[in-house]
Structures are given as C-alpha cells and as structure tokens.
C-alpha cells in the first residue's frame, strides 16, 4: 500500500516563536553586538552559556535597582576588550564580568591577561552589523551565528518575556478605547512623555480596578558581595582564582559574624580583586599582597569587635590559628592600650578554641 503523500498526511513545519524584541536580555544582546560591530561575539557559545549570561544579566539588574545611572553601578565588563587591542572580546561568560562601573570606566581597553576573543584572521564579515540593520534583522543574524538549534535549546528553558513596561503598554493599548469618553483621563496619563513603568502599572491598576502583583524588585548587593558571586562563578573558568575566593570569603564571614554586616571594602582594595577577576595572573608576590589584605581587613574587624564585650568567640573554622596568632602579635598590645582590659581575655578564649578545633 502506498502512503497518502497528500496535504493532509504531511506534518506542519513547526515555526520558530516570535522574539520578544523589548525582552531585557535581547536588548543586552543587540547593545553589545551593536557596539562590537558584529554578532560573532556569541559564536560557538552554547545553550548553558547563554544561561549563564542570562543569570548574569539578572545579577546586574537586582544590583542596579535605584541606580539613575544608564548601566547603573555595576557593568558587563571584559577580560578582553571589545576595541582597542588587536582582537575583538567575545561577549561570553568567561570573557565577562560584573564589576564596578566606576572601575570598569577607568579599565577601559585594558587587557591584563586571558578572556576570550575573536582572533582578527577569524573575523568572518557575514556577521557583521550594517548600517540600516534594524534591531530584529540583528537579533536573527545572531541567532543564525549561534544556531537555531542551541538558541531554542536556551528558550525553551528561559522564557524570554516582553519587558514589564512593554507588556503594560500592550495591555492599556488593549484596553483604552478612543472613542470612549471615559478613557480620555487614562489616554491622557499614558502620552505623558517619560511616563515610568511603574506610572504605567497605576494606570493598568485604575483601568482595571485589579491590583497589579508586584514582582519583588532589587536588592543591595555590596562590592564585596559582587566579588565574591564573581570570583567564585569565575573559577569555574580559572582555578587559581579559588585562592582568592577563599581570603574574600573569610573576611567577609567575620564581617558578617561580628558586624552582621558586609565588609566595607576599599575602592583600592577592589580594583586589586577586579584586576585579578579581569586575567591578573596570581604569582607568589600575589599570595604576599592577599595575605595582606586578609591580616589588615581581619585587624580592622578584630579591632571593632574587641571592644564590644557582647561578642563571643567567632566560629570554628573561620580562621587560621597561624593567622590569629599573627594578628594578635600586631595589634594585641594596641588594642591593650585603650583601657579594654577585657580584650585580652577575649582573644585568649578565641585561640584557645581555634586550637582545639
């Protein structure tokens, strides 16, 4: 018997979902494609990779909440430069980091070591961006370059929604009619320039009489928590990075046990750890200069704590034993001296507890 080859028995070629061209996440991408000049910045990345920039990019908008700045405080910056050295900075995990704008302005087309990059004999000009390209031209050329296959991979996990101020604007664009006098006040409301979104999510409210379900918004995250996120996310990609991981790590355990806070890190101290984040190679010089750091963030800690006669030993484990010997050799006849006479008593009752761990 042969098959029915007719219209009926043929199957319907699935056809791609449309983009969501307002999406957050899409205009990261055509924003950094646009300011390379090519979408070959994402070749041959996968679907977990975009996951992970997706991640990234959630990082960076929960951190950038009351920021009036356009990119806020914190920045996607590069290993590897986009412009300014002989090859063209990949927008990829590896080649990526969020870091202090005010660091990653003044870094500039530095380029410290390692990252990822489109070396200039590889450059394929198909995937340039031509002048006229609209932004949905862009995006498919991107998605040609990735490949449908790992793109759809990617979506079909990550649902890329239209923005919250875009799906606001398409439900009073559904909602308000012209002719009805009613709606002239909500017209009205919504052809104010700069109109906010959260403006918009009142007027949705009022035409709709339905309290709009707020999505938790941004959080603080403090520089020393954004290094640690980064540092850690980073050694997945160069394992060195795991010793300076653990140094960030402990003194800002101590920070938080003593303080019940973050560690207020220099702006020095910072750029220190972005240059390390951004391909510094880690040396033995490098292991001096983080013990360093890990003694004077643990003295200035030590130093608040002791005089607040509340505090306890801190947890086992957090510290060396060579390391509080070290700190109270330094400072222990300092912290005397201010006429705390229970402060001796208190690092005797740590170490003895840290050497019994």
């Given at each position: 018997?042969?098959?029915?080859?007719?219209?009926?028995?043929?199957?319907?070629?699935?056809?791609?979902?449309?983009l969501?061209?307002?999406?957050?996440?899409?205009?990261?991408?055509?924003?950094?494609?646009k300011?390379?000049?090519?979408?070959?910045?994402?070749?041959?990345?996968?679907?977990?990779?975009?996951?992970?920039?997706?991640?990234?990019?959630?990082?960076q908008?929960?951190?950038?909440?009351?920021?009036?700045?356009?990119?806020?405080?914190?920045?996607?910056?590069?290993?590897?430069?986009?412009?300014?050295?002989?090859?063209?900075?990949?927008?990829?995990?590896?080649?990526?980091?969020?870091?202090?704008?005010?660091?990653?302005?003044?870094?500039?087309?530095?380029?410290?070591?390692?990252?990822?990059?489109?070396?200039?004999?590889?450059k394929?000009?198909?995937?340039?961006?031509?002048?006229?390209?609209?932004?949905?031209?862009?995006?498919?050329?991107?998605?040609?370059?990735?490949?449908?296959?790992?793109?759809?991979?990617?979506?079909?996990?990550?649902?890329?929604?239209?923005?919250?101020?875009?799906?606001?604007?398409?439900?009073?664009?559904?909602?308000?009619?012209p002719t009805n006098?009613?709606?002239?006040?909500?017209?009205?409301?919504?052809?104010?320039?700069?109109?906010?979104?959260?403006?918009?999510?009142?007027?949705?409210?009022?035409?709709?009489?339905?309290?709009?379900?707020?999505?938790?918004?941004?959080?603080?995250?403090?520089?020393?928590?954004?290094?640690?996120?980064?540092?850690?996310?980073?050694?997945?990609?160069?394992?060195?990075?795991?010793?300076?991981?653990?140094?960030?790590?402990?003194?800002?355990?101590?920070?938080?046990y003593?303080a019940?806070?973050?560690?207020?890190?220099?702006?020095?101290?910072?750029?220190?750890?972005?240059?390390?984040?951004?391909?510094?190679?880690?040396?033995?010089?490098?292991?001096?200069?983080?013990?360093?750091?890990l003694?004077?963030?643990?003295?200035?800690?030590?130093?608040?704590?002791?005089?607040?006669?509340?505090?306890?030993?801190?947890?086992?484990?957090?510290?060396?034993?060579?390391?509080?010997?070290?700190?109270?050799?330094?400072?222990?006849?300092?912290?005397?001296?201010?006429?705390?006479?229970?402060a001796?008593?208190?690092?005797?009752?740590?170490?003895?507890?840290?050497?019994?761990?």
């Amino acid at each position: 018997m042969k098959r029915n080859k007719g219209k009926k028995g043929a199957r319907k070629k699935r056809e791609p979902k449309p983009l969501q061209m307002s999406n957050a996440f899409i205009r990261l991408l055509l924003r950094h494609a646009k300011e390379a000049g090519t979408v070959q910045i994402v070749e041959g990345i996968t679907a977990e990779q975009l996951d992970e920039l997706h991640e990234m990019h959630k990082l960076q908008v929960r951190a950038n909440p009351s920021s009036a700045k356009v990119f806020g405080a914190y920045h996607f910056s590069h290993v590897y430069p986009v412009k300014g050295q002989k090859h063209t900075g990949k927008f990829v995990p590896c080649n990526l980091v969020i870091a202090s704008a005010s660091l990653n302005r003044s870094f500039k087309n530095t380029h410290l070591g390692g990252g990822a990059y489109i070396h200039f004999s590889e450059k394929n000009s198909k995937w340039d961006v031509q002048v006229g390209m609209d932004d949905k031209a862009i995006m498919e050329l991107m998605i040609e370059c990735i490949t449908r296959p790992v793109w759809e991979a990617f979506t079909k996990v990550t649902k890329l929604l239209p923005s919250t101020r875009q799906a606001r604007l398409d439900t009073l664009g559904k909602l308000l009619d012209p002719t009805n006098p009613e709606h002239a006040a909500y017209l009205k409301a919504l052809n104010t320039p700069g109109i906010s979104t959260q403006d918009l999510g009142m007027l949705v409210e009022a035409v709709t009489g339905k309290e709009i379900f707020q999505v938790g918004g941004g959080c603080y995250v403090s520089p020393m928590m954004m290094l640690i996120v980064e540092t850690e996310r980073m050694s997945a990609y160069r394992s060195e990075l795991l010793q300076v991981l653990k140094v960030l790590e402990q003194v800002q355990q101590m920070s938080s046990y003593f303080a019940h806070d973050s560690f207020a890190i220099t702006e020095f101290d910072e750029g220190l750890f972005f240059d390390f984040l951004h391909g510094k190679t880690i040396t033995e010089t490098t292991v001096e200069v983080l013990n360093d750091f890990l003694v004077e963030s643990l003295t200035s800690i030590y130093d608040a704590a002791a005089i607040r006669p509340m505090f306890g030993p801190a947890p086992i484990d957090s510290y060396s034993p060579a390391q509080l010997a070290e700190y109270r050799a330094m400072n222990v006849g300092a912290v005397a001296s201010r006429e705390n006479p229970g402060a001796s008593d208190f690092w005797d009752e740590v170490m003895e507890q840290q050497l019994a761990a």
